[in-house]
């Protein structure tokens, strides 16, 4: 009949050893928590570095944009009475938005490489079209409207991405927009022109015609400033997110790019077409792409490292168990220099996913660790098989922690069942301990 391991046995007869050790093992495990805490904040460093640098480079190139327009701006007077009843003449904004119009966008994306950081650009090609109907208000007498000051608008949020002049062809005629917009109402930056309009003009279909290309970083976001009007972006992008008020109602991702629409009415909107002396808040309308990295690797490194406690907790359990099942005990110095090889792991992590892939920094980092580990384990055992176990296990363990980083929505789940396996597993290799039985 096979008998149970007895540890008292082992350390020669002190009964208390077993105890005292595990105390000093959970020491360690929570004494190995501090120097993570640093790998987290250099993480933290050198994610804001990354930002920095992309924020310098955006700054130069072009912010993310919000294309709002073409609208027509058409002031007009208005009769007023003061403190003593006498008429007083009052200038007051009219707005007209599009009754129809037609957006289409091509964004084309650029990567820059500052120092060893990758910054995401685009260019893009936008096409508008469309036509006004301007509608006046009852009370607004059409011999009110001051028509030498009439302007087309076209709100754009950074200057510095136009590319070329941005020409329009409205009513027949061609006009240059320049910087500066004739009203607040809608945007506080923007593009201008003065255009050509009678009273005859009023009701009439003015059809429009705007082609640009506009420069910027990080999003692409446009306003519905229509009664209908349809939205069609694409690109080669193929990790885009739709983001902003409104989805698209159409959409396509694949490797090769995306393309997606967004289709709007009259019905769907809170104002018409037809704006007078009343503020938009343009930003609880606005719509759009961002583009996003591929991979952040500071992400996930920072997700690796929540695990911090897993890995180097069940590491010094398998050094513990298998130490009282060879009878070779270990010094606690020896179970320092394990935790910070599993600490060295996550710098490791880090530096390296700044240069390479993080799927292939994270496996030349736990490689590198789990032989470290392993040759140590020989090396104090004098057992290659005891080493090859150590590296099974963690080597599992890493790929283990791999799959969580990688998951979303399943990783509790999924993390919550593994470690019951795994706590499944240390309790059947520690059945056969006596921890009590006195040695004879």
């Known amino acids: 009949m096979e008998q149970p391991f007895n540890y008292r046995s082992a350390i020669n007869g002190n009964g208390n050893k077993a105890l005292i050790k595990g105390f000093i093992t959970g020491f360690l495990i929570l004494l190995m928590m501090i120097p993570t805490l640093f790998i987290s904040n250099l993480v933290n460093e050198r994610k804001l570095r990354q930002e920095e640098v992309v924020k310098d480079v955006s700054s130069k190139w072009a912010s993310a944009q919000t294309v709002s327009g073409p609208y027509l701006f058409i002031p007009y007077w208005r009769n007023d009475k003061d403190s003593n009843g006498k008429g007083k003449p009052v200038k007051e904004d009219l707005i007209f938005l599009p009754d129809s119009l037609d957006i289409s966008a091509n964004i084309l994306p650029e990567q820059r490489l500052r120092s060893i950081y990758k910054v995401l650009l685009y260019k893009s090609r936008i096409t508008g079209r469309g036509n006004f109907v301007c509608t006046l208000p009852k009370d607004v007498d059409p011999s009110s409207l001051i028509f030498s000051e009439a302007k087309i608008c076209l ?109 709007f009415n009259k019905a769907n909107l809170l104002y018409t077409t037809t704006i007078r002396n009343e503020k938009i808040n343009k930003y609880a309308y606005n719509f759009g792409i961002s583009m996003l990295q591929p991979t952040d690797q500071y992400a996930k490194t920072t997700r690796s490292v929540k695990y911090a406690i897993l890995v180097i907790g069940l590491s010094f359990a398998l050094f513990f168990i298998i130490e009282l099942m060879q009878k070779k005990l270990m010094h606690p110095v020896q179970y320092v220099l394990v935790g910070l090889a599993l600490v060295i792991f996550y710098s490791l992590l880090l530096s390296i996913s700044e240069f390479l892939l993080f799927d292939l920094a994270y496996l030349v980092a736990s490689a590198a660790t789990v032989s470290l580990i392993s040759l140590y384990a020989k090396a104090h055992f004098k057992s290659w098989k005891t080493a090859g176990i150590f590296a099974a296990l963690i080597g599992t363990l890493y790929g283990f922690i791999f799959i969580l980083i990688g998951l979303e929505d399943t990783a509790l789940l999924v993390g919550s069942i593994g470690l019951f396996i795994i706590l499944a597993l240390v309790m059947y290799a520690s059945r056969k301990i006596n921890w009590y039985q006195s040695s004879e």
């Open 155 to 263: 709100g754009i949020t950074d200057f510095k991405g136009i590319e070329n002049k941005i020409d329009i062809q409205f009513n027949g005629t061609s006009y240059t927009f320049t910087p500066g917009l004739p009203s607040g109402l809608i945007d506080s930056s923007g593009l201008s022109a003065p255009v050509n309009l009678t009273t005859e003009d009023l009701g009439k279909p003015l059809s429009f015609y705007m082609p640009m290309q506009l420069k910027g970083s990080g999003q692409l976001h446009f306003l519905p400033l229509a009664g209908n009007s349809l939205f069609a972006v694409q690109s080669s992008w193929p990790n885009p997110s739709f983001d902003g008020n409104t989805l698209p109602s159409e959409r396509e991702v694949s490797d090769k790019g995306f393309s997606a629409k967004w289709v």
